[in-house]
């Protein structure tokens, strides 16, 4: 299965800056996604990221507070914009190669 | 909406006992489910079962897909502290186009007590 590396590992932020998440994946992957993981939640997607193509978000989540690049296919960013103590969260993000979803070590962000 | 429900949320055992986690679903065009165990940050995989392939092993771990009843289990014998996690189960379906996504039950909290 892929690899992930995924950075930063941690961060605090102070209210109504914006933190830039990057992952790269050790080989070309189609898709990559990014999931928020809120404090004692599951994991929620937030979009899907295909190389070439505006990102695809889901139901709650937009483009102006969560902006995602794909610039080629094993790298992707997303950005948390305008920050408020409520997306202090862990962010995730994932490829598939076909053989399981692999994920990236996380990223824990705290907002003060 | 697709929907992914398990159970028990939390379990508490001692070392040596065996523990079965449940996992039931609700979705258009299953594709596949995925077993996961998060310690801290990243989920690590563990199996993925589909309509080929409804049943896996791995060492003490193994899980089983019932497609008519749209569920699985995760069964984990003699467990070891090293177990203590959240175990997530996800399905897999599409979200779109030729696209799919997985979509995460809450997990269940196993704290495995010496």
């Known amino acids: 299965s892929a690899v992930i590396s995924q950075k930063p590992s941690r961060d605090i932020c102070q209210r109504g800056t914006s933190l830039t998440i990057q992952c790269q994946v050790d080989?070309?992957?189609?898709?990559m996604f990014w999931y928020r993981q809120q404090p004692g939640q599951s994991l929620t997607l937030i979009a899907t990221?295909?190389?070439?193509?505006?990102?695809?978000?889901e139901s709650g989540f937009v483009i102006d507070k969560f902006p995602i690049s794909r610039p080629n296919l094993t790298f992707s960013t997303l950005t948390v914009s305008n920050m408020s103590p409520e997306d202090s969260s862990i962010y995730l993000c994932?490829?598939?190669?076909?053989?399981?979803?692999?994920f990236g070590s996380g990223t824990r962000l705290t907002v003060v | 909406e697709d929907k992914v429900v398990q159970s028990p949320l939390s379990l508490v055992v001692h070392e040596g006992d065996t523990v079965t986690l449940n996992c039931s679903y609700e979705?258009?065009?299953?594709?596949?489910l995925l077993w996961y165990k998060q310690e801290k940050k990243a989920p690590t995989f563990l199996f993925m079962l589909?309509?080929?392939?409804i049943e896996k092993k791995s060492g003490r771990l193994s899980s089983i897909l019932d497609k008519k009843e749209l569920s699985s289990i995760l069964n984990i014998t003699a467990t070891q502290t090293g177990d203590s996690a959240i175990y997530l189960c996800?399905?897999?379906?599409?979200?779109?186009?030729?696209?799919?996504?997985?979509?995460f039950g809450k997990g269940t909290l196993l704290t495995v007590n010496p």
């Open positions: 979705v258009t065009n299953f594709r596949s």
């Open positions: 990221a295909n190389q070439g193509s505006e990102a695809t978000y």
């Open positions: 994932s490829a598939d190669r076909g053989d399981g979803y692999t």
């Open positions: 589909t309509s080929s392939g």
């Open positions: 080989s070309q992957v189609t898709m």
């Open positions: 996800a399905v897999e379906a599409p979200s779109g186009g030729s696209n799919y996504k997985l979509t």
